[in-house]
């Protein structure tokens, strides 16, 4: 026999051996995880049979006291591994959970899920998954967006180059351009509250949406049956139910609601391309930590590594909202069930990465590092074509002819263009003009002229209001949990 001794294996390692998502497993957040969890799913199927039961014997069945307290008492001792073995058995994951909840109060186990389908506990649980997932979700948004204002605002008269094709156009401002990106998540915040806001409960409603069966409970009594759909809406936290169902909610609402992830993740792409883009200009980058490696190969890199994550998580949630659009146009009449294996996949993983990717844009906001000195560079060598316009009004203002001195310009700047692009040397446009007789009448004024500052507009004033009138109005309802997560960040 051998002598070495056998390595007892500790979780991190009997989890190496079999395959997890990495949106758990490497992104998202512990609360996110959690909300899509096998927990928290069995245990509100649990409170979900609860809640009925309360609402039927409040309304006159014959459920009695010590039934729902052994309820009550067994709502979080999950027996996994029983309902596994009754899910085997039986075929059946709804029922698997009625045994194996059954056996632990078996008492009640004549009420249990009386009058119900499947669906009222899986659709109805979805449903507060969504509600939940949103409520994680929209204040994480929010935080990013607070971020990116307070660096809009910092630097909302720092003139940079403005491009249109990719190639350098009129002057802006970095703030101005945040305002830019702000102005599509102040979109996706809204889409996503107004999506909140619309979600109702499934509530009781039976087989194919009609109720009939709690109407055979209360013996035809459909005023009953109206109030026991509005107390078990009103004991899991909604302000209605869904008046017309089939056997699920409509997988509309599925659908709207991923669309809108989707147009927050194209949002987040097109951020973090700009972001990307300018790193590689060197102009601002993302935080970069002291230890941190951006290249095995290459020591002096320093990749945007959170940026091209938010990119690729980002292209995820746009894709998974054709697996809802998809999974809505195939419910064939009242339901079908190819709906459920992949709604298991599309819904989680959507809100998982929604949550990384805005969490992660969050943090690159707060730490965003701007270099003024390579802007600036930037801007000396696109600045003297851009000035020329500038140089003609002040000539005309001076007694000049307009088209005799452009065309003293228009020669002048393909000298200096030359200058750039066949030899590689700076643009020296500006010291053409100086030199030249023709411009002695504004040549103290040149520096006027090439004044950054007076070639972006009301760029900092439209900061300014965009600021004060759209973004921080959108923030407000977010106030108390914005506090709440700089709290959590800073103890952390």
């Known amino acids: 026999q051998s002598a070495v001794p056998e390595m007892q294996q500790s979780d991190e390692d009997l989890q190496a051996e079999v395959y997890r998502s990495p949106l758990v497993a490497r992104y998202a957040s512990p609360e996110m995880a959690a909300n899509f969890g096998d927990r928290k799913k069995f245990t509100t199927w649990r409170r979900l049979w609860l809640w009925l039961a309360e609402s039927q014997q409040q309304l006159g069945l014959a459920i009695t006291d010590r039934q729902l307290a052994e309820m009550r008492a067994s709502l979080d001792l999950l027996d996994l591994r029983l309902a596994?073995?009754?899910e085997r058995k039986r075929k059946h994951d709804v029922m698997g959970h009625v045994h194996a909840f059954a056996a632990q109060c078996p008492a009640a186990a004549a009420v249990i899920h009386l009058g119900a389908t499947s669906a009222y506990v899986g659709d109805n649980t979805d449903l507060i998954c969504l509600r939940d997932a949103l409520d994680i979700l929209l204040p994480r948004l929010a935080a990013a967006i607070a971020a990116l204002s307070r660096f809009a605002g910092q630097h909302r008269s720092l003139a940079c180059l403005g491009f249109t094709h990719l190639q350098p156009a009129q002057l802006t401002t970095v703030g101005k351009?945040?305002?830019l990106w702000l102005a599509?998540?102040?979109?996706?915040?809204r889409n996503l509250s107004r999506c909140r806001a619309d979600l109702r409960f499934r509530g009781v409603k039976g087989t194919t949406g009609t109720q009939a069966s709690f109407l055979q409970l209360f013996e035809g009594d459909h005023d009953r049956v109206e109030q026991l759909d509005k107390l078990v809406t009103a004991k899991a936290g909604f302000p209605a139910?869904?008046?017309?169902t089939g056997q699920t909610y409509s997988r509309k609402v599925d659908s709207e609601v991923l669309l809108q992830l989707a147009g927050f993740g194209a949002t987040a792409h097109k951020i973090a391309t700009d972001l990307r883009?300018?790193?590689?200009?060197?102009?601002?980058?993302?935080?970069f930590e002291r230890d941190q490696i951006g290249s095995s190969a290459m020591p002096y890199k320093r990749n945007p590594m959170r940026l091209e994550r938010v990119c690729g998580l980002a292209r995820h949630v746009m894709a998974?909202?054709?697996?809802a659009l998809n999974t809505h146009s195939v419910q064939w009449m009242e339901r079908t069930l190819d709906d459920s294996s992949n709604r298991r996949l599309s819904i989680p993983e959507a809100f998982l990465a929604a949550d990384i990717v805005a969490s992660t844009l969050g943090s690159v906001f707060d730490g965003l590092v701007v270099y003024p000195m390579v802007i600036q560079r930037h801007l000396k060598e696109e600045l003297p074509f851009m000035a020329t316009e500038n140089i003609l009004a002040a000539m005309v203002k001076a007694g000049g002819n307009r088209q005799e001195c452009h065309e003293v310009i228009r020669q002048l700047s393909q000298q200096a263009a030359a200058q750039v692009k066949e030899r590689g040397l700076d643009n020296d446009l500006i010291e053409r003009i100086q030199a030249s007789?023709?411009?002695?009448?504004?040549r103290d004024r040149l520096p006027e002229l090439l004044d950054p500052a007076t070639f972006v507009g009301r760029a900092p004033q439209q900061v300014d209001r965009?600021?004060?009138?759209?973004?921080?109005?959108?923030l407000a309802p977010f106030t108390a949990a914005l506090e709440k997560l700089t709290a959590v960040v800073q103890r952390v």
């Open 466 to 474: 965009f600021l004060a009138e759209e973004v921080a109005p959108a």
């Open 84 to 86: 596994a073995e009754e």
């Open 277 to 287: 883009l300018l790193a590689s200009w060197k102009e601002i980058e993302e935080p």
């Open 184 to 189: 599509d998540l102040l979109a996706d915040l």
């Open 177 to 179: 351009r945040a305002c």
């Open 437 to 442: 007789d023709y411009f002695a009448p504004i």
């Open 320 to 323: 998974l909202a054709q697996d």
């Open 241 to 244: 139910a869904y008046i017309v």
